[in-house]
């Protein structure tokens, strides 16, 4: 390549040589001096309802300190646009993430939310994408994908739960007035730990007069819902029961109906299970043995591997010994139908890449975090992991808290971040979602918290169960159907 031609790419331009990208432009100009150029690009994709026209913007956004101006941080993001129709009503706008807490926002891009989807290793158009009915916006926290710290030293301001809210909130504020988009409808979308950088983010935002119209819990629970370890401990146990259906390892009687089976394990749950864990303490041997025999009845195992002390499975225990200790069938984490890790595709991560850097056209040559590997200097102490730098500052980690954690359960209580904003905001609307399968989360456990804060509050939650696991729209009919929800979800929430 020339060095002209290197110079126009540094620039964003469009290049003979790219033949196959899109037309790329400069965005608006920096709203001040030394700001990153945002890449610009017009698209195209089909959908049964015919074509549909939209705008990509990629780039870097600066976190500034309020007080000084000084750049803490860069948030990489990317934007997908489509220009309303003459007089019609500002379109909503939904800011998207996956959890972590450090990942960055790739899947719910690239697999559910974005016009564009990946299938094994190429994309194709998604006729289901949300981008029908909002403007998105996915953006990766600060050390994950293209996002970066301004210097080594701010990184610790990013990498806990309170500065990942207060940097998420400053990045939709500016983002916002940068792309003139105050006027649209606000939405936050969050996967796993996401929903808690929903919850926390949104009551930021409602304390600072900013209105959030709805946001959408993914595989995440109701954070904030403040329920002690026995009600986590007994509302997993409905997916065990139907990962134990689908493995067909329960009893003949519960394996004739899984409607019936589950009814009757929430039912057992709620009425039996969860009131002995409360008071496991006074229970006689033969309560604990009862207890014990009906669980291991109800998760598809022998009853020895049930502890008659704790009544509880671990989700570590339960995944691993689930086909008799054999570490070639452990559960799968994250979708308990299936057996190991998921594996990507040949080519997965270099299509995510081509992606970005082709048809996105934000050619840096700045590795992707978790996509792929940068340089390291050789000497000097081993590097850490983001999550093992992770500091959840918003309470005290406490030994049981820890004990829990090491067991496989979630990370330490969150807050009621969100339910003090919808008090606050009593317009604000809550999609939740989870996945039957997934082994992190619970569809019966999620009504129970949807229902437990005041009637006011409680009526503005949405729930929804799917067939799928943590990642449910891997599932096709599961993604169809989510997509119509959202989408249905939006329209009511944003008074479309």
Same mark, same amino acid.
């Given at each position: ?25 400069? #965005?608006?100009? &920096? ?19 015919? &074509? ?167 595989? #995440? ?83 020895? =591997? ?44 270099? @299509? ?29 102490? @081993? ?15 406490? &030994? ?5 954690? =090491?067991?496989?359960?979630?990370? &330490? ?6 339910? =003090? ?13 989870? #996945?039957?399968?997934?082994?992190? =989360?619970?569809?019966? #456990? ?46 009511? @929430?944003?008074?479309?």
């Amino acid at each position: 390549m020339t060095r002209s031609h290197r110079r126009l790419a540094a620039l964003g331009l469009t290049l003979s040589w790219l033949c196959a990208a899109p037309a790329l432009a400069q #965005g608006p100009a &920096p709203l001040m001096a030394g700001d990153e150029p945002v890449i610009v690009a017009q698209h195209r994709i089909s959908t049964p309802a015919g &074509p549909l026209d939209y705008e990509t913007r990629a780039g870097r956004l600066p976190i500034r300190n309020a007080e000084t101006g000084e750049v803490h941080g860069h948030v990489f993001f990317v934007a997908y646009v489509v220009k309303p129709a003459p007089d019609a009503p500002p379109r909503p706008l939904m800011f998207a993430w996956n959890g972590g807490p450090t990942a960055p926002a790739v899947l719910v891009q690239t697999e559910l939310l974005g016009p564009r989807r990946i299938e094994g290793n190429h994309f194709v158009d998604n006729a289901e994408t949300l981008l029908k009915t909002t403007d998105l916006v996915f953006m990766d926290p600060i050390e994950t994908g293209f996002s970066r710290p301004e210097k080594p030293e701010f990184a610790d301001e990013f990498l806990s739960t309170l500065g990942d809210f207060a940097a998420t909130a400053e990045f939709i504020r500016a983002w916002r007035i940068r792309f003139d988009a105050e006027r649209q409808p606000l939405f936050l979308f969050g996967e796993s730990y996401g929903t808690w950088r929903v919850n926390g983010t949104t009551e930021l935002l409602e304390k600072h007069g900013i209105k959030v119209a709805g946001d959408v819990l993914l595989s #995440g629970g109701v954070p904030g819902s403040l329920m002690p370890f026995e009600f986590t401990d007994a509302y997993y146990i409905p997916a065990r029961t139907a990962a134990a259906f689908y493995h067909k390892r329960l009893a003949p009687d519960l394996m004739r109906d899984r409607a019936a089976t589950l009814k009757a394990v929430k039912e057992w749950v709620a009425k039996t299970y969860m009131p002995a864990l409360e008071h496991r303490d006074k229970l006689s041997d033969a309560e604990r043995e009862t207890v014990a025999r009906d669980l291991a009845r109800y998760i598809g195992i022998p009853a020895e =591997n049930v502890d008659r002390k704790t009544l509880v499975v671990s989700n570590r225990a339960y995944l691993t010994g689930f086909m008799g200790g054999d570490k070639k069938t452990v559960l799968n984490t994250y979708d308990m139908r299936k057996i190991g890790p998921d594996v990507d595709a040949p080519g997965y991560k270099a @299509a995510i890449l081509d992606y970005l850097r082709g048809e996105i056209g934000y050619r840096t040559d700045m590795p992707y975090v978790e996509l792929e590997e940068g340089y390291m200097p050789v000497h000097g102490s @081993a590097r850490r992991t983001t999550g093992e730098r992770w500091n959840y500052d918003h309470t005290d980690i406490t &030994p049981e808290m820890m004990a829990h954690m =090491n067991a496989g359960g979630g990370p &330490p209580a969150s807050q009621p971040w969100l339910q =003090n904003a919808m008090r606050q905001d009593s317009a604000l609307k809550v999609f939740v979602a989870a #996945g039957r399968y997934d082994s992190y =989360n619970m569809c019966e #456990g999620n009504e129970t918290m949807t229902a437990k804060p005041e009637p006011a509050v409680a009526a503005r939650f949405f729930d929804h169960c799917y067939e799928g696991g943590h990642m449910m729209y891997r599932d096709q009919p599961t993604r169809l159907q989510l997509a119509q929800d959202l989408e249905a979800f939006i329209k009511e @929430a944003s008074g479309r």
